[in-house]
């Protein structure tokens, strides 16, 4: 879920063809077959990755290796010349729409350049497929672990990272992924960063709402000449809109391009009652939008076999100028059971990691809501991996990255927990970060008092099936 946040302009790089856990953990518990398999064994038919230009940030420090895997992914993975023997394994947040491109990794490497620069390998996969499915993605993520240790070199330690809608894949390949064939964990810690954690059935509740009093305010989405259509599908699965289009229809109701002094005053209106009654700020509103209407398209029609897993049924809606006549008003829609069952299948988190898990996030995140922390903690306790997993946060109220020093000061923690057993605390870890400035640039933010609110506090909650 980066939502659709643009990435900035990247370099576009010609591609060739194209363990066990410290003494402080907790016990695994037993996990169902279902949710945890052994490692598949790496198919035969997988090439090996050709060398290839670094990004220009890295070509002094690290060489780079690419290719494309058997199920179409492409992947880049970079090796730093003082190398710590760590692998990085990325799974990139999105998702992106449409078939993979190369360049998709050469952007991911880019912004995590930081993790190369500190001396980790890193490894990213484009994923298969565009769209939104969790398991597809940690496969890919683990299949390309499997050519780096066949065809590169065998790492010390694994560290699994995601981000924003990756931490959800990250989080499913750490319970798909638990062994290798020969028994060991193919994965020794996950790090998950400004994370979409409580998956797919929950994660996503407040865009349908979006959607709903989007349309009871503005009327364009669709237009009361075009057909209609269930706005818990996001568009018909033929409809021919673009991103443009409907930032088009955005601006025309609310006044979006303009500064909030520009808008009409029936615009300001109608934009502060989407602030209020969804609680996000205005600038994120045309992401989630993009969100609810082409990704939430591709889980209908792609994922869940045409039926919603999206549902506002037992929504009370609040702080509207008029909240009666708003809750009179929305459209309700009930989430069909089955595809609620399909979709947490694929996306939903069960909380039975065998392995360390830290993560951070901005409390100020505008995508990925700081109360989905506080839902991953509770799956996580119920799965039974709740003293495996240790929480951070920062001041920072940005998404897709946080800052230079943020990330090594994690990695640190987390590879001192597993070597050592050392379970770090949120206060350890902000007094750590400091020291990383003078290499990395400032940036250390965090708040080791901050205890996220319950998702309830911030979505709004509803029938379930």
């Given at each position: 879920?980066?939502?659709?946040?643009p990435?900035?302009?990247?370099?576009?790089?010609?591609?060739?063809?194209?363990?066990?856990?410290g003494?402080?953990?907790?016990?695994?518990?037993?996990?169902?077959?279902?949710?945890?398999?052994?490692?598949?064994?790496?198919?035969?038919?997988?090439?090996?990755?050709?060398?290839?230009?670094?990004?220009?940030?890295?070509?002094?420090?690290?060489?780079?290796?690419?290719?494309?895997?058997?199920?179409?992914a492409?992947?880049?993975?970079?090796?730093p010349?003082?190398?710590?023997?760590?692998?990085?394994m990325?799974?990139?947040?999105?998702p992106?729409?449409?078939?993979?491109?190369?360049?998709?990794?050469?952007?991911?490497?880019?912004?995590?350049?930081?993790?190369?620069?500190?001396?980790?390998?890193?490894?990213?996969?484009?994923?298969?497929?565009?769209g939104?499915?969790?398991?597809?993605a940690?496969?890919?993520?683990?299949?390309?672990r499997?050519?780096?240790?066949?065809?590169?070199?065998?790492?010390?330690?694994?560290?699994?990272?995601?981000?924003?809608?990756?931490?959800?894949?990250?989080?499913?390949?750490?319970?798909?992924?638990q062994?290798?064939?020969?028994?060991?964990?193919?994965?020794?810690?996950?790090?998950?960063?400004?994370?979409?954690?409580a998956?797919?059935?929950?994660?996503?509740?407040f865009?349908?709402?979006?959607?709903?009093?989007?349309?009871?305010?503005?009327g364009?989405?669709?237009?009361?000449?075009?057909?209609?259509?269930?706005?818990?599908?996001?568009?018909?699965?033929?409809?021919?809109?673009?991103?443009?289009?409907?930032?088009?229809?955005?601006?025309?109701?609310?006044g979006?391009?303009?500064?909030?002094a520009?808008?009409?005053?029936?615009?300001?209106?109608?934009?502060?009652?989407?602030?209020?009654?969804?609680?996000?700020?205005?600038?994120?509103?045309?992401?989630?939008?993009?969100?609810?209407?082409?990704?939430?398209?591709?889980?209908?029609?792609?994922?869940?076999?045409?039926?919603?897993?999206?549902?506002?049924?037992?929504?009370?809606?609040?702080?509207?100028?008029?909240?009666?006549?708003?809750?009179a008003?929305?459209?309700?829609?009930?989430?069909?059971?089955?595809?609620?069952?399909?979709?947490?299948?694929?996306?939903?988190?069960?909380?039975?990691?065998?392995?360390?898990?830290?993560t951070?996030?901005?409390?100020?995140?505008?995508?990925?809501?700081v109360?989905?922390?506080?839902?991953?903690?509770?799956?996580?306790?119920?799965?039974?991996?709740?003293?495996?997993?240790?929480?951070?946060?920062t001041?920072?109220?940005?998404?897709?990255?946080?800052?230079?020093?943020?990330?090594?000061?994690?990695?640190?923690?987390?590879?001192?927990?597993?070597?050592?057993?050392?379970?770090?605390?949120?206060?350890?870890?902000?007094?750590?970060?400091?020291a990383?400035?003078?290499?990395?640039?400032?940036?250390?933010?965090?708040?080791p008092?901050?205890?996220?609110?319950?998702?309830?506090?911030?979505?709004?909650?509803?029938?379930?099936?």
């Amino acid at each position: 879920m980066t939502a659709t946040q643009p990435y900035p302009l990247m370099t576009r790089l010609g591609l060739a063809a194209l363990a066990s856990l410290g003494a402080a953990c907790a016990p695994v518990q037993p996990t169902p077959p279902s949710a945890a398999r052994t490692a598949p064994a790496l198919a035969t038919r997988e090439a090996a990755p050709t060398a290839t230009a670094c990004p220009k940030e890295l070509a002094a420090v690290a060489r780079c290796l690419a290719g494309q895997d058997s199920a179409g992914a492409y992947y880049l993975i970079a090796i730093p010349q003082q190398w710590n023997k760590v692998l990085v394994m990325h799974a990139h947040g999105g998702p992106t729409l449409g078939a993979p491109k190369a360049e998709r990794a050469v952007e991911d490497l880019e912004r995590w350049s930081i993790m190369v620069r500190a001396g980790y390998a890193w490894a990213g996969s484009t994923f298969r497929q565009g769209g939104v499915e969790v398991r597809a993605a940690a496969e890919d993520t683990e299949r390309l672990r499997q050519i780096f240790v066949q065809h590169v070199a065998q790492p010390q330690r694994t560290i699994l990272h995601g981000q924003s809608w990756g931490a959800g894949v990250a989080a499913k390949g750490a319970e798909m992924f638990q062994r290798t064939a020969d028994g060991k964990r193919p994965y020794d810690a996950v790090l998950l960063t400004s994370g979409v954690l409580a998956g797919g059935t929950r994660s996503y509740d407040f865009r349908t709402d979006l959607r709903v009093v989007y349309q009871y305010l503005c009327g364009n989405h669709p237009r009361p000449t075009e057909v209609a259509y269930p706005l818990n599908t996001g568009l018909p699965h033929d409809a021919a809109m673009t991103q443009g289009d409907l930032q088009a229809r955005l601006n025309e109701c609310l006044g979006l391009n303009k500064p909030a002094a520009e808008r009409t005053p029936e615009q300001q209106r109608k934009v502060q009652t989407i602030v209020e009654v969804i609680r996000i700020p205005a600038s994120s509103i045309q992401g989630h939008m993009n969100w609810a209407t082409f990704h939430m398209r591709d889980v209908v029609h792609h994922r869940t076999g045409g039926a919603s897993p999206f549902g506002n049924r037992g929504v009370v809606y609040k702080g509207s100028a008029d909240d009666a006549a708003l809750n009179a008003g929305v459209l309700r829609y009930r989430a069909d059971p089955k595809a609620v069952a399909r979709f947490a299948e694929d996306t939903d988190p069960t909380g039975r990691i065998p392995v360390p898990v830290l993560t951070v996030k901005g409390v100020d995140d505008p995508t990925a809501f700081v109360e989905l922390d506080a839902q991953f903690k509770a799956t996580m306790e119920q799965g039974g991996s709740g003293a495996r997993l240790v929480q951070t946060f920062t001041r920072h109220n940005g998404h897709s990255y946080l800052s230079d020093p943020t990330y090594p000061t994690l990695m640190t923690a987390l590879l001192r927990w597993v070597d050592e057993g050392a379970k770090p605390t949120p206060e350890g870890i902000a007094q750590q970060c400091p020291a990383n400035e003078a290499a990395f640039g400032k940036g250390c933010a965090f708040l080791p008092a901050y205890v996220p609110a319950p998702l309830a506090s911030r979505v709004y909650e509803r029938e379930r099936p």
